[in-house]
Protein backbone atom coordinates (compact mmCIF):
# COMPACT_ATOMS: atom_id res chain seq x y z
CA UNK A 1 0.00 0.00 0.00
CA UNK A 2 1.51 3.68 -1.07
CA UNK A 3 0.42 6.00 1.23
CA UNK A 4 0.98 10.06 1.40
CA UNK A 5 1.78 10.88 4.53
CA UNK A 6 0.55 14.87 5.09
CA UNK A 7 2.28 16.85 7.80
CA UNK A 8 0.80 19.71 8.87
CA UNK A 9 -0.14 21.08 12.63
CA UNK A 10 2.01 17.40 13.95
CA UNK A 11 5.60 18.80 13.17
CA UNK A 12 7.47 15.86 15.15
CA UNK A 13 7.89 11.95 14.78
CA UNK A 14 7.41 11.11 18.62
CA UNK A 15 4.09 9.86 19.50
CA UNK A 16 2.54 10.76 16.44
CA UNK A 17 -0.11 8.29 14.55
CA UNK A 18 1.09 9.78 11.20
CA UNK A 19 3.92 7.65 10.83
CA UNK A 20 2.08 4.43 12.55
CA UNK A 21 1.92 2.44 9.53
CA UNK A 22 3.79 0.31 7.21
CA UNK A 23 4.18 -0.04 3.90
CA UNK A 24 5.76 2.26 1.40
CA UNK A 25 5.07 6.19 2.56
CA UNK A 26 5.95 9.46 0.80
CA UNK A 27 6.28 12.36 3.99
CA UNK A 28 5.30 15.61 2.37
CA UNK A 29 4.62 19.08 3.82
CA UNK A 30 3.32 21.88 1.76
CA UNK A 31 3.86 25.59 2.03
CA UNK A 32 0.26 26.24 1.07
CA UNK A 33 0.56 29.41 -1.55
CA UNK A 34 -2.79 30.25 -0.29
CA UNK A 35 -1.93 30.87 2.85
CA UNK A 36 1.32 32.39 2.59
CA UNK A 37 0.51 34.25 -0.55
CA UNK A 38 -1.03 36.57 1.91
CA UNK A 39 1.26 37.34 4.25
CA UNK A 40 3.71 39.93 5.13
CA UNK A 41 7.50 39.09 3.61
CA UNK A 42 8.68 39.60 6.93
CA UNK A 43 5.88 37.41 8.94
CA UNK A 44 8.01 35.79 11.92
CA UNK A 45 5.61 33.08 11.64
CA UNK A 46 7.17 31.54 7.71
CA UNK A 47 10.22 31.75 9.14
CA UNK A 48 9.25 29.44 12.45
CA UNK A 49 7.68 26.98 10.46
CA UNK A 50 10.27 26.73 7.97
CA UNK A 51 12.61 26.47 11.07
CA UNK A 52 10.07 23.35 12.32
CA UNK A 53 9.85 21.62 9.02
CA UNK A 54 13.57 21.27 8.42
CA UNK A 55 13.92 19.70 11.90
CA UNK A 56 11.18 17.26 10.98
CA UNK A 57 12.90 16.49 7.89
CA UNK A 58 16.00 15.56 9.45
CA UNK A 59 14.14 13.20 12.46
CA UNK A 60 12.81 11.73 9.49
CA UNK A 61 16.23 11.25 7.95
CA UNK A 62 17.52 9.44 10.97
CA UNK A 63 14.50 7.07 10.77
CA UNK A 64 15.10 5.91 6.95
CA UNK A 65 12.82 8.28 5.63
CA UNK A 66 12.54 11.90 4.75
CA UNK A 67 10.36 14.81 3.57
CA UNK A 68 9.07 16.32 0.66
CA UNK A 69 9.03 19.78 0.92
CA UNK A 70 5.89 21.90 -1.48
CA UNK A 71 5.62 25.42 -2.07
CA UNK A 72 2.57 25.57 -4.00
CA UNK A 73 -1.14 25.32 -3.98
CA UNK A 74 -2.25 22.06 -2.34
CA UNK A 75 -4.49 20.98 -5.02
CA UNK A 76 -1.69 21.26 -7.26
CA UNK A 77 0.68 19.54 -5.53
CA UNK A 78 -1.62 16.00 -5.53
CA UNK A 79 -1.70 16.51 -9.02
CA UNK A 80 1.22 16.34 -9.67
CA UNK A 81 2.04 13.37 -6.58
CA UNK A 82 -0.85 11.10 -8.90
CA UNK A 83 0.55 11.86 -12.12
CA UNK A 84 3.66 9.67 -11.08
CA UNK A 85 2.41 7.27 -8.49
CA UNK A 86 -1.16 5.57 -7.74
CA UNK A 87 -0.71 6.09 -4.46
CA UNK A 88 -3.20 4.60 -2.13
CA UNK A 89 -4.57 7.25 -0.06
CA UNK A 90 -3.63 10.04 1.80
CA UNK A 91 -3.36 10.56 6.17
CA UNK A 92 -3.28 13.80 7.77
CA UNK A 93 -4.53 15.18 11.00
CA UNK A 94 -8.03 16.86 10.30
CA UNK A 95 -8.57 20.55 11.37
CA UNK A 96 -11.74 22.45 11.71
CA UNK A 97 -11.48 26.59 10.28
CA UNK A 98 -13.51 26.82 7.20
CA UNK A 99 -10.26 27.17 5.00
CA UNK A 100 -8.99 23.69 6.24
CA UNK A 101 -11.97 21.71 5.75
CA UNK A 102 -12.46 23.24 2.19
CA UNK A 103 -8.76 22.43 1.18
CA UNK A 104 -9.42 19.11 2.75
CA UNK A 105 -12.52 18.31 1.12
CA UNK A 106 -10.80 19.31 -2.34
CA UNK A 107 -8.17 16.90 -2.13
CA UNK A 108 -10.60 14.09 -1.02
CA UNK A 109 -11.79 14.28 -4.07
CA UNK A 110 -8.53 12.96 -5.71
CA UNK A 111 -7.38 10.29 -3.48
CA UNK A 112 -8.71 8.60 -0.06
CA UNK A 113 -8.38 10.88 2.50
CA UNK A 114 -7.77 9.23 5.99
CA UNK A 115 -8.41 11.64 8.92
CA UNK A 116 -6.17 11.41 11.88
CA UNK A 117 -7.29 12.86 15.31
CA UNK A 118 -3.89 14.19 16.25
CA UNK A 119 -4.08 17.97 17.06
CA UNK A 120 -7.02 17.49 19.78
CA UNK A 121 -7.71 14.71 22.52
CA UNK A 122 -11.32 14.37 21.48
CA UNK A 123 -12.84 13.91 18.05
CA UNK A 124 -15.35 16.77 17.13
CA UNK A 125 -18.11 14.36 17.81
CA UNK A 126 -17.00 12.82 20.70
CA UNK A 127 -18.63 14.65 23.45
CA UNK A 128 -22.05 15.40 22.94
CA UNK A 129 -25.44 15.72 25.15
CA UNK A 130 -27.92 12.57 25.59
CA UNK A 131 -29.99 14.13 22.69
CA UNK A 132 -26.85 14.00 20.05
CA UNK A 133 -26.42 18.15 20.12
CA UNK A 134 -23.34 19.84 21.37
CA UNK A 135 -22.46 21.68 24.11
CA UNK A 136 -22.82 25.26 24.63
CA UNK A 137 -22.00 25.81 28.06
CA UNK A 138 -17.92 24.88 28.74
CA UNK A 139 -18.38 23.23 32.29
CA UNK A 140 -20.29 20.38 31.03
CA UNK A 141 -18.37 19.75 28.63
CA UNK A 142 -15.30 19.76 30.90
CA UNK A 143 -16.86 17.36 33.25
CA UNK A 144 -17.28 15.12 30.41
CA UNK A 145 -14.52 15.26 29.01
CA UNK A 146 -12.17 14.60 32.44
CA UNK A 147 -14.35 11.76 32.99
CA UNK A 148 -13.55 10.59 29.33
CA UNK A 149 -9.66 11.69 29.70
CA UNK A 150 -9.78 9.01 32.79
CA UNK A 151 -10.05 6.30 30.80
CA UNK A 152 -8.67 7.24 27.42
CA UNK A 153 -5.73 5.68 25.71
CA UNK A 154 -2.86 7.95 25.99
CA UNK A 155 -0.37 4.95 25.43
CA UNK A 156 2.44 6.49 23.39
CA UNK A 157 2.29 5.61 19.88
CA UNK A 158 5.09 3.38 18.56
CA UNK A 159 6.87 4.03 15.04
CA UNK A 160 5.74 1.70 12.12
CA UNK A 161 7.98 -0.36 10.22
CA UNK A 162 8.06 1.82 6.48
CA UNK A 163 9.60 2.45 3.55
CA UNK A 164 10.32 5.61 1.89
CA UNK A 165 9.08 5.61 -1.75
CA UNK A 166 11.78 6.47 -3.92
CA UNK A 167 10.68 9.82 -5.59
CA UNK A 168 12.55 12.67 -8.13
CA UNK A 169 13.28 15.45 -5.41
CA UNK A 170 13.27 18.55 -6.85
CA UNK A 171 15.11 20.97 -5.26
CA UNK A 172 13.69 22.19 -1.26
CA UNK A 173 12.41 25.89 -1.53
CA UNK A 174 14.28 28.31 0.56
CA UNK A 175 12.42 31.14 2.39
CA UNK A 176 13.44 33.90 -0.47
CA UNK A 177 12.23 31.42 -3.16
CA UNK A 178 9.07 31.85 -1.62
CA UNK A 179 9.57 35.62 -0.91
CA UNK A 180 10.04 36.07 2.75
CA UNK A 181 12.64 37.06 4.69
CA UNK A 182 14.38 35.16 7.24
CA UNK A 183 13.58 37.07 10.40
CA UNK A 184 15.79 35.90 13.89
CA UNK A 185 13.80 33.42 15.86
CA UNK A 186 14.99 31.06 18.19
CA UNK A 187 13.15 27.48 18.33
CA UNK A 188 11.47 26.91 21.48
CA UNK A 189 13.11 23.74 22.38
CA UNK A 190 9.98 21.80 23.42
CA UNK A 191 10.82 19.29 25.29
CA UNK A 192 12.98 21.31 27.89
CA UNK A 193 10.39 23.53 28.17
CA UNK A 194 7.56 20.48 29.12
CA UNK A 195 10.06 19.59 31.41
CA UNK A 196 10.81 23.24 32.87
CA UNK A 197 6.85 23.33 33.20
CA UNK A 198 6.54 20.31 35.36
CA UNK A 199 8.76 21.81 37.89
CA UNK A 200 6.45 24.31 38.41
CA UNK A 201 3.13 23.14 38.14
CA UNK A 202 1.97 23.73 42.00
CA UNK A 203 2.24 27.77 41.63
CA UNK A 204 0.80 27.54 37.74
CA UNK A 205 -2.85 28.51 39.98
CA UNK A 206 -1.36 31.23 41.79
CA UNK A 207 0.73 32.67 38.95
CA UNK A 208 -0.24 32.31 35.78
CA UNK A 209 -2.04 35.65 35.91
CA UNK A 210 0.61 37.57 36.51
CA UNK A 211 2.87 38.63 33.25
CA UNK A 212 5.82 39.71 34.84
CA UNK A 213 6.35 36.48 36.06
CA UNK A 214 7.46 33.19 34.83
CA UNK A 215 4.24 31.63 35.25
CA UNK A 216 2.63 30.20 31.98
CA UNK A 217 3.59 27.16 30.10
CA UNK A 218 4.67 28.85 27.55
CA UNK A 219 3.85 25.66 25.31
CA UNK A 220 1.46 27.37 23.21
CA UNK A 221 3.56 27.50 19.86
CA UNK A 222 4.81 24.13 20.14
CA UNK A 223 1.03 22.91 20.89
CA UNK A 224 -0.09 25.14 17.80
CA UNK A 225 2.41 23.02 15.83
CA UNK A 226 2.29 19.82 17.09
CA UNK A 227 5.55 19.83 17.95
CA UNK A 228 4.92 18.09 21.58
CA UNK A 229 1.80 16.30 20.56
CA UNK A 230 -1.13 16.75 23.06
CA UNK A 231 -1.49 13.24 24.26
CA UNK A 232 2.23 13.04 25.39
CA UNK A 233 1.87 16.72 27.62
CA UNK A 234 -1.18 15.32 29.16
CA UNK A 235 0.66 11.94 29.68
CA UNK A 236 3.33 13.12 31.93
CA UNK A 237 0.94 15.98 33.48
CA UNK A 238 -1.87 14.26 34.52
CA UNK A 239 -0.13 12.63 37.53
CA UNK A 240 1.31 15.60 39.02
CA UNK A 241 0.23 17.21 41.40
CA UNK A 242 -1.58 20.45 40.29
CA UNK A 243 -1.71 19.78 36.65
CA UNK A 244 -5.64 19.57 36.77
CA UNK A 245 -5.88 23.46 36.29
CA UNK A 246 -3.20 23.58 33.45
CA UNK A 247 -5.38 20.69 31.92
CA UNK A 248 -8.35 22.82 32.03
CA UNK A 249 -6.95 25.20 29.82
CA UNK A 250 -5.64 22.72 27.38
CA UNK A 251 -9.82 21.37 27.39
CA UNK A 252 -10.79 24.64 26.84
CA UNK A 253 -8.93 24.30 23.97
CA UNK A 254 -10.45 21.17 22.78
CA UNK A 255 -13.87 23.31 23.62
CA UNK A 256 -13.56 26.34 21.49
CA UNK A 257 -12.12 23.79 18.33
CA UNK A 258 -14.96 21.80 18.73
CA UNK A 259 -17.84 25.00 19.22
CA UNK A 260 -16.24 25.85 15.34
CA UNK A 261 -16.85 22.28 14.07
CA UNK A 262 -20.61 22.37 15.08
CA UNK A 263 -21.32 26.00 14.26
CA UNK A 264 -18.84 27.20 11.53
CA UNK A 265 -20.46 30.92 11.16
CA UNK A 266 -18.75 31.48 14.51
CA UNK A 267 -15.26 32.08 12.32
CA UNK A 268 -17.12 35.81 11.22
CA UNK A 269 -20.34 36.39 12.84
CA UNK A 270 -21.71 36.99 16.37
CA UNK A 271 -23.38 33.68 17.41
CA UNK A 272 -25.36 36.57 19.85
CA UNK A 273 -26.64 40.41 20.04
CA UNK A 274 -27.00 42.60 16.70
CA UNK A 275 -24.57 44.82 17.57
CA UNK A 276 -21.59 44.64 15.25
CA UNK A 277 -19.28 47.11 16.83
CA UNK A 278 -18.23 50.58 14.88
CA UNK A 279 -15.79 50.60 12.51
CA UNK A 280 -13.54 53.42 12.88
CA UNK A 281 -10.12 53.76 11.55
CA UNK A 282 -8.74 56.54 13.89
CA UNK A 283 -8.98 54.59 17.17
CA UNK A 284 -8.07 51.48 15.53
CA UNK A 285 -4.84 53.06 14.18
CA UNK A 286 -3.91 54.09 18.17
CA UNK A 287 -4.37 50.43 19.26
CA UNK A 288 -2.42 48.89 16.79
CA UNK A 289 0.30 50.80 16.97
CA UNK A 290 0.14 50.52 20.84
CA UNK A 291 -0.69 54.64 21.55
CA UNK A 292 -4.19 54.05 23.57
CA UNK A 293 -2.54 56.26 26.16
CA UNK A 294 -3.49 53.49 28.35
CA UNK A 295 -0.66 51.71 29.54
CA UNK A 296 -1.58 47.87 30.44
CA UNK A 297 -3.51 47.80 26.96
CA UNK A 298 -0.37 49.30 24.92
CA UNK A 299 2.25 47.06 26.87
CA UNK A 300 0.15 44.12 25.70
CA UNK A 301 0.19 44.88 21.83
CA UNK A 302 3.98 46.37 22.00
CA UNK A 303 4.57 42.36 23.06
CA UNK A 304 2.71 41.55 20.59
CA UNK A 305 4.82 43.61 17.95
CA UNK A 306 7.57 42.58 18.76
CA UNK A 307 7.58 39.10 20.46
CA UNK A 308 4.51 37.72 18.39
CA UNK A 309 3.00 36.66 21.74
CA UNK A 310 0.77 38.48 24.57
CA UNK A 311 0.34 37.12 27.67
CA UNK A 312 -2.89 35.41 28.14
CA UNK A 313 -4.21 37.91 31.26
CA UNK A 314 -3.54 40.83 29.13
CA UNK A 315 -5.18 39.37 25.79
CA UNK A 316 -8.57 39.23 27.57
CA UNK A 317 -8.12 43.20 28.74
CA UNK A 318 -6.87 44.35 25.68
CA UNK A 319 -9.85 42.03 23.37
CA UNK A 320 -12.22 44.16 26.06
CA UNK A 321 -10.56 47.18 25.90
CA UNK A 322 -10.85 46.71 22.14
CA UNK A 323 -14.73 45.86 21.79
CA UNK A 324 -16.49 47.35 25.21
CA UNK A 325 -13.92 50.77 25.29
CA UNK A 326 -12.95 51.40 22.00
CA UNK A 327 -16.27 49.62 20.59
CA UNK A 328 -14.54 48.23 17.40
CA UNK A 329 -15.36 44.90 15.80
CA UNK A 330 -14.09 42.07 17.19
CA UNK A 331 -13.33 40.49 13.59
CA UNK A 332 -10.91 43.84 13.51
CA UNK A 333 -9.22 42.57 16.53
CA UNK A 334 -9.05 38.87 15.66
CA UNK A 335 -7.07 39.25 12.38
CA UNK A 336 -4.94 42.03 14.24
CA UNK A 337 -4.12 38.94 16.50
CA UNK A 338 -3.71 36.66 13.21
CA UNK A 339 -1.17 38.69 11.71
CA UNK A 340 1.53 38.42 14.59
CA UNK A 341 0.49 35.55 17.29
CA UNK A 342 3.06 33.23 16.47
CA UNK A 343 0.68 30.72 18.34
CA UNK A 344 -2.45 31.61 16.30
CA UNK A 345 -4.79 29.34 15.91
CA UNK A 346 -8.19 30.22 14.56
CA UNK A 347 -10.51 28.57 16.94
CA UNK A 348 -9.15 29.72 20.23
CA UNK A 349 -8.50 33.23 18.47
CA UNK A 350 -12.03 33.68 17.53
CA UNK A 351 -13.81 32.36 20.59
CA UNK A 352 -11.81 34.01 22.60
CA UNK A 353 -12.70 37.50 21.03
CA UNK A 354 -16.27 36.19 20.79
CA UNK A 355 -16.18 35.77 24.89
CA UNK A 356 -14.82 39.28 25.15
CA UNK A 357 -17.24 40.87 23.32
CA UNK A 358 -19.96 38.99 24.88
CA UNK A 359 -20.94 37.54 21.20
CA UNK A 360 -20.05 34.29 21.45
CA UNK A 361 -22.02 31.27 22.92
CA UNK A 362 -20.77 31.98 26.75
CA UNK A 363 -24.09 32.71 28.90
CA UNK A 364 -22.05 35.68 30.83
CA UNK A 365 -24.07 38.97 29.17
CA UNK A 366 -22.55 42.03 26.91
CA UNK A 367 -22.44 43.86 30.56
CA UNK A 368 -18.73 42.02 31.41
CA UNK A 369 -16.50 44.68 31.24
CA UNK A 370 -12.65 44.44 32.41
CA UNK A 371 -11.31 47.83 34.11
CA UNK A 372 -7.44 47.97 32.65
CA UNK A 373 -6.49 49.77 35.11
CA UNK A 374 -7.93 47.55 38.34
CA UNK A 375 -6.62 44.79 35.89
CA UNK A 376 -2.80 46.39 36.02
CA UNK A 377 -3.04 47.11 39.68
CA UNK A 378 -3.55 43.62 40.18
CA UNK A 379 -1.87 41.54 38.38
CA UNK A 380 1.35 44.46 37.59
CA UNK A 381 1.09 46.20 40.62
CA UNK A 382 4.80 47.13 40.70
CA UNK A 383 4.39 47.74 36.74
CA UNK A 384 7.00 45.80 35.93
CA UNK A 385 5.77 44.18 32.62
CA UNK A 386 4.14 47.97 31.77
CA UNK A 387 7.88 49.51 32.02
CA UNK A 388 9.20 46.30 30.21
CA UNK A 389 7.35 46.74 27.11
CA UNK A 390 6.91 50.60 27.15
CA UNK A 391 10.83 52.32 28.50
CA UNK A 392 8.78 55.54 27.55
CA UNK A 393 7.32 54.97 31.24
CA UNK A 394 10.30 53.85 32.98
CA UNK A 395 10.71 57.61 35.02
CA UNK A 396 6.59 57.39 35.58
CA UNK A 397 5.88 56.45 39.54
CA UNK A 398 4.26 53.18 39.62
CA UNK A 399 1.13 53.78 41.27
CA UNK A 400 -0.07 56.90 38.24
CA UNK A 401 0.35 53.96 35.47
CA UNK A 402 -2.99 52.60 37.00
CA UNK A 403 -4.17 55.81 37.55
CA UNK A 404 -6.82 57.06 34.89
CA UNK A 405 -7.40 60.52 36.50
CA UNK A 406 -3.83 61.45 36.55
CA UNK A 407 -2.71 59.98 33.05
CA UNK A 408 -5.73 62.02 31.77
CA UNK A 409 -4.60 65.29 33.80
CA UNK A 410 -1.04 65.10 33.10
CA UNK A 411 1.53 65.05 30.19
CA UNK A 412 4.32 62.52 29.41
CA UNK A 413 6.85 63.39 27.28
CA UNK A 414 6.49 60.69 24.23
CA UNK A 415 3.41 59.17 25.43
CA UNK A 416 -0.24 59.65 24.69
CA UNK A 417 -3.11 60.42 26.88
CA UNK A 418 -5.98 57.96 27.60
CA UNK A 419 -8.19 57.67 24.21
CA UNK A 420 -11.48 57.38 26.43
CA UNK A 421 -12.29 57.67 29.77
CA UNK A 422 -13.32 54.64 30.96
CA UNK A 423 -16.76 54.39 33.01
CA UNK A 424 -17.88 56.29 30.13
CA UNK A 425 -16.67 54.03 27.47
CA UNK A 426 -18.13 51.24 29.53
CA UNK A 427 -21.79 52.56 30.18
CA UNK A 428 -21.96 53.88 26.21
CA UNK A 429 -20.80 50.13 25.02
CA UNK A 430 -23.58 48.23 27.60
CA UNK A 431 -26.30 50.84 26.30
CA UNK A 432 -25.09 49.53 22.68
CA UNK A 433 -25.34 46.07 23.43
CA UNK A 434 -28.71 45.82 25.33
CA UNK A 435 -30.01 47.34 22.43
Not at 6 to 27: A, H, Q
Not at 35 to 62: C, G, H, M, P
Not at 170 to 196: C, H, Y
Given at each position: ???????????????????????????????????????????????????????????????????????????????????????????????????????????????????????????????????????????????????????????????????????????????????????????????????????????????????????????????????????????????????????????????????????????????????????????????????????????????????????????????????????????????????????????????????????????????????PYLQSKKFDKDVIYIKKYLPELQ?????????????????????????????????????????
Amino acid sequence: MKRILWFRRDLRVRDNKLLSYTGEVLPIFIFDKHILDKLEKDDKRVTLIYDYVFELKKELQALGLDLKIFYDFPEDVFEKLLKEYDFDEVVASGDYDSYAKQRDLTISHKIHFRYLNETYLFKSKEILKKDGTPYLLFTPFYKVAMERLKSKDLTEVKIGSMQLLSYNYEDTPSLSDMGFVKQNITLPKARQKLEDFKKKLADYKTQRDFPSLNGTSELSVSIRFGVLGIREIVRELFAIQGSYDFIRELIFREFYAYLLFHFPSLETQNFKYTFQGIKDSQKFEKFVNAKTGVPFIDAGVRELLTKGKMHNRVRMVVASFFTKDLLLPWQMGEAFFAKYLLDYDKASNVLSWQWSAGTGVDPQPYFRVFNPYLQSKKFDKDVIYIKKYLPELQEIPSKYLHDEHYLLSNDIPNYPKPMVVHKEAAKRAIELFKH
